[in-house]
């Protein structure tokens, strides 16, 4: 049975054409003009672009005392219904747990996910076990590490662990990922809050201030180029974390950055003189900064300093957000985004001009599939490619609400907000998963997708001298000679 998706524009991170796309067995076989198919699809005035990958979702996630309430079904239904093929989950072993146990985890819970997925391991406590175990983790397709800088107590891993982590990494090929915020202020700045009786959801923003994330971000990018790895920021969200991203940048060092896009349109003003479910709604880590942050993380984007953008999807109820009534460190940090991660990027990064059709595709899948080594099985519309495409109708618009969204939660962060940009129609390995308004795939459609270790990476040369010359042996208190 063959596919043919006729009529349309393929928009590519580099190229704008028109050609029909022939699919079969779940690949690209063809890609040219008036092409024929068993099937075929319309894409009369729509763009044909690679499906968006999610790098950074938590789904079914224990976290905070509960369970992040959209699990690998209804995940990855939003993330079709938004044009996104493919999500990246974090396994996330309890501190004392082999990550082997926790990977089987996530193996079963995965099992009913529509759309292809790929995992991170995290790093959540050190010693011999876990230094061993990242190995069988990287032959079990695993590539990339995240190390929590914050959530002192529960999931944080401390500076040396951080090195010893990442040099494991560098031996391994594998990336290390960092979630960038000093643990130690964030917990001193929550308590002296609510020791002064500032316990409302403003309050998490006050304890988690830019400079924070900036000065994690920065410890991250240093320890990484000591250990000789590349790193991986998640979630940019503020000019102090993008500086330093964009000074190693410039420095050689191979630093990437993940803004998401509840930063890139969604502000600060959302914690203040609002009810409290609706700033609670809305607490996630990093929080939600002002419009200057704003305009710089859009700048990042433009400029290719920051690569990615991803939702750190992360859905609580609202019953589940009161859990943290009377203390906001009790609320559990998260935000939903899968479904409309797309559109709203589409309508405030193309529709604004801030960003070009080709940029979107580059930043919502093509530089993620670079980075974490899916090129070009995902993130491409090549011949052998898999067919993870979007049918995307730039005139299309509609009103985001939680009463027609496909995730489990009972309000939508960006409620009200109209969107054009939709997709027409999402395939997930050449089979129609939405159109018309619906899912058409059954849950287990989706497979996991196994991501070898990269190429042992070349140092940048400043740092590559320093660090690899014999250093001369200082003998203090004998005078150099001739004196
Ligand atoms: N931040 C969140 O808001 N939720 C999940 C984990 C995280 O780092
Ligand atoms: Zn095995
Ligand atoms: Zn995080
Ligand atoms: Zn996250």
Redesign the pocket.
């Known amino acids: 049975m063959t596919t043919v998706i006729k009529n349309g524009t393929i928009v590519t991170a580099d190229l704008t054409y028109k050609a029909d796309v022939l699919i079969e067995g779940g690949q690209i076989i063809e890609i040219g003009p008036d092409l024929k198919g068993d099937e075929s699809l319309d894409a009369t005035g729509c763009y044909v672009m690679p499906g968006g990958i999610d790098p950074h979702t ?1 789904l079914e ?1 224990p ?1 905070m005392g509960t369970y ?1 309430a959209d699990d690998f079904e209804s995940g990855t239904r939003a993330a079709l219904a938004g044009g996104t093929t493919m999500v990246v989950d974090f396994v996330l072993p309890s501190p004392g747990e082999g990550l082997m146990d926790a990977l089987k985890k996530w193996d079963n819970k995965s099992t009913r996910a529509h759309c292809d997925y790929s995992f991170h391991m995290a790093i959540t406590w050190w010693d011999k076990q876990v230094f061993d175990e990242m190995k069988t983790v990287t032959e079990h397709g695993i590539n990339t590490f995240k190390h ?1 800088m ?2 002192k107590g529960a999931l944080m891993v401390n500076d040396d662990e951080l090195y010893s982590s990442f040099k494991r990494c560098a031996e391994l090929g594998a990336i290390p990922l960092v ?1 960038a915020e000093n643990g130690d202020v964030v917990a001193e700045l929550s308590a002296k809050l609510l020791a002064e009786g500032n316990n409302g959801p403003e309050g998490h923003a006050y304890s988690r201030p830019p400079q924070v994330e900036g000065e994690a971000t920065n410890r991250a990018i240093m320890i990484a180029d000591m250990a000789g790895v590349p790193l991986y920021v ?2 940019t969200s503020c000019e102090e974390s993008h500086e330093a991203i964009r000074r190693a940048k410039m420095n050689g060092k191979r630093v990437w950055g993940e803004p998401l896009i509840q930063h890139l349109t969604l502000d600060e003003s959302e914690y203040f003189d609002k009810d409290w479910d609706h700033a609670a709604r809305r ?3 990093p929080p939600f900064r002002n419009k200057q942050h704003q305009d710089s993380l859009w700048a990042g984007l433009q400029s290719g300093t920051l690569s990615c953008v991803a939702t ?1 999807h ?1 859905a609580f109820s609202t019953e589940q957000k009161r859990y943290g009534v009377g203390d906001f460190t009790k609320i559990p ?3 939903g985004g899968l479904e409309d991660r797309m559109p709203m990027l589409w309508t405030y990064g193309v529709g604004t001009g801030r960003l070009t059709p080709n940029e979107f595709v580059a930043v919502t899948s093509t530089n993620i599939a670079k980075i974490l080594n899916l090129y070009p099985k995902k993130g491409a519309v090549l011949v052998g490619a898999d067919a993870d495409l979007v049918v995307w109708d730039p005139k299309a618009s509609k009103t985001i609400s939680a009463k027609t969204q496909q995730s489990a939660i009972d309000y939508n962060v960006f409620e009200g907000k109209e969107v054009t940009g939709l997709p027409r129609y999402t395939l997930s390995r050449g089979v129609v998963a939405w159109a018309d308004g619906e899912i058409k795939t059954k849950e287990g459609h989706g497979q996991f997708v196994a991501r070898d270790p990269g190429m042992p990476v070349t140092r940048a040369l400043s740092t590559w001298k320093e660090l690899t010359a014999p250093r001369p042996v200082q003998r203090s208190g004998i005078p150099a000679s001739g004196v």
């Open positions: 938590h996630m976290f992040s929590f914050a959530y979630h998640v979630h607490v996630m880590s750190d992360c940090n998260g935000t």
